[in-house]
C-alpha cells in the first residue's frame, strides 16, 4: 500500500539511487526532518558545546559518533548518500554542490542532525492557524538579526530567524502549539517588532522569500535552523558540509 | 540584612577562604545549585555527547570552555575553589577529597555544571507534597538501576535513580511540579514497580539513606546527578573532578 516517497527509507533510498534530488518539504509527512551539519572532529567538541549554548536555534536531534555513517534515528541508512543533495564549505566559502560525500567521506568527520520547523509547521496549520508561505508556495521567509549566538570556541555569529505573519488572534494559539516542538525551534523567539531584532524591511529577507502581510497580522518570529550554517560560515572553517537549502534528512522518527 | 550562607556569593566566598565545609542542602534558597564535573579536553567532547543522550541525568546548566574557571552563571566565582568540597578520581578511582583543586588545575580541564534536584524538591514541597527524606533529616535514597545510559565514546554505564514515596493522590502532581524543572532532571523516569528497574530492595540504597515508606505510598523514581559521576568510576576515565557528596555549586540563577 506504500507509494513512492510517502515513508522516510522510500526518500532515502531514492536519494541515495540518485533519482530523487529535490527539497524534501512535503514528502514523509508526520517523521521528523532534519537539518544536517558534519565538521571534522578537532571542531566536534566546540560545535557541540555551541548547539548546547544555543538550544533554539540547534535544536540537536543525534549527534553521530567520529566517522559514524548510520544515525540510530535511521536504521540502515547511511549520512554520506541518503540525503537528496550536499554542500560542502571551505574556509567559511561555499566550494560545490554535490549529490553525494562518499567520496569526501573522513574516518574523523562528527554528524549533526539539527531539528527543523516542518514538524510545529504541520502541527500548527492542524490547529487552524494558515501559514502564508506554504499558501503561496513560497520559501518562509529568514532574517540575520543583530541577536548574537551564544559563543562556543570558534562558533559565533548571529541568529538567523524564520518569520511567519499571524492573525493576532492566533498569536497566543501559535506559541502553545510550537512550544510543544522543542526540537523544530519550540515557542518564538520575538512577537511583533522587527526593528527590535535589527531587521530593517521585512520585504526583504536575507534568505527564501518575502509574503504579504496583511492587516490584522502580526509578525511573528523563530530561532531557524539556517543559523549554524550562517554561523559555520562566518566562523571560516577549514571544512564543513551540511546538506543543500531544503533538502533535509529524513528520520524514523514520528513527531 | 543578609545573613551568612543566604546568597550564593556567601557560600561561596566562605568556600572560598575555607570556613565552609559542609553539605549545600538549604543554602542560598532559590538559586540552582549544580553538580560539578571536570575532565581533560580529551574526554570533553565524549562526555558532552553523554549529557546530550542522556539529559534526563545529565542536564547541562552550563559547559565552562577548556581551562576556564569562571562560570557565565556565577561571575566573579572560581569553580577551583568555591565549592565546599571536591573528590578526585584518577584511573575510575576515587583518589583523595580536597578542600580545592587549584593546584590541580590544567589549563585543558572542562567544566561540566550538570543540575541537580534540589530546585525540584522545594516547589514539590511548597505544592504541599512532603518529601520524607527531607521530615526525616536524611539524604534521599539512591539506587543503581538496569537501564543502561545511552553511551558516548568511553562513556557508558547505569542509570543512577533516587527515590521519593510519595502519596497515589499527589503522584500526578508531583510529576507536574518536578516536570517545570528540566534542569533538576525533570519528570520522574519510572513510578511505582522498583523490580522494573532492578532494584531488588528499597531498603538498601545503592548512595543516601534509606527512608520508610508507607502503605498509601508509591515510589517514584528520578534520574538522579550522581549518574555521571558513578558513569566516570565505571568508565575508567584516567583523571576527572567532582563536588563532593552534597557540596554543591551554587549559581546565581533563580530558579
Not at 509527512?29 to 558534519?38: E, K, L, R, S, T
Not at 557541540?48 to 541508512?77: D, H, I, M, T, W
Not at 538579526?145 to 497566543?172: E, H, W, Y
Request: proline residues 10%.
Amino acid at each position: 500500500m506504500t507509494t513512492p516517497f510517502t515513508t522516510p527509507s522510500d526518500v532515502r533510498q531514492a536519494s541515495r539511487s540518485g533519482s530523487f534530488v529535490q527539497p524534501t518539504a512535503g514528502c514523509a509527512p508526520g517523521f521528523i526532518q532534519a537539518n544536517m551539519m558534519i565538521v571534522p572532529q578537532a571542531q566536534a567538541f566546540d560545535f557541540l558545546l555551541f548547539c548546547q549554548r544555543n538550544p533554539k536555534s540547534c535544536p540537536l536531534v543525534e549527534v553521530l559518533a567520529p566517522g559514524q555513517q548510520e544515525p540510530a534515528c535511521a536504521p540502515g541508512a547511511n549520512i554520506a548518500t541518503d540525503l537528496p543533495g550536499y554542500r560542502v564549505y571551505r574556509d567559511g566559502v561555499f566550494a560545490e554542490e554535490r549529490s553525494d560525500i562518499a567520496a569526501l567521506w573522513q574516518d574523523d568527520f562528527v554528524t549533526f542532525l539539527i531539528g527543523c520547523s516542518f514538524s510545529f509547521e504541520s502541527a500548527v496549520m492542524q490547529a487552524g492557524i494558515p501559514l502564508r508561505h506554504v499558501d503561496q508556495g513560497r520559501n518562509v521567509a529568514m532574517y540575520r538579526t543583530n541577536l548574537p549566538c551564544t559563543p562556543a570556541g570558534i562558533f559565533q555569529g548571529p541568529t538567523v530567524v524564520s518569520m511567519r505573519p499571524i492573525k493576532s488572534r492566533d498569536v497566543a494559539k501559535v506559541v502553545e502549539v510550537s512550544g510543544r516542538f522543542p526540537l523544530a525551534h519550540g515557542t518564538p523567539l520575538h512577537v511583533g517588532n522587527p526593528q527590535a531584532l535589527g531587521i530593517q524591511d521585512l520585504a526583504h529577507p536575507d534568505y527564501g522569500d518575502a509574503v504579504d502581510i496583511l492587516p490584522d497580522e502580526v509578525p511573528v518570529f523563530w530561532a531557524c535552523g539556517v543559523t549554524p550554517q550562517a554561523v559555520a560560515q562566518a566562523s571560516g572553517l577549514p571544512l564543513c558540509i551540511t546538506h543543500a537549502p531544503g533538502k533535509m534528512f529524513i528520520t524514523d522518527i514520528q513527531g
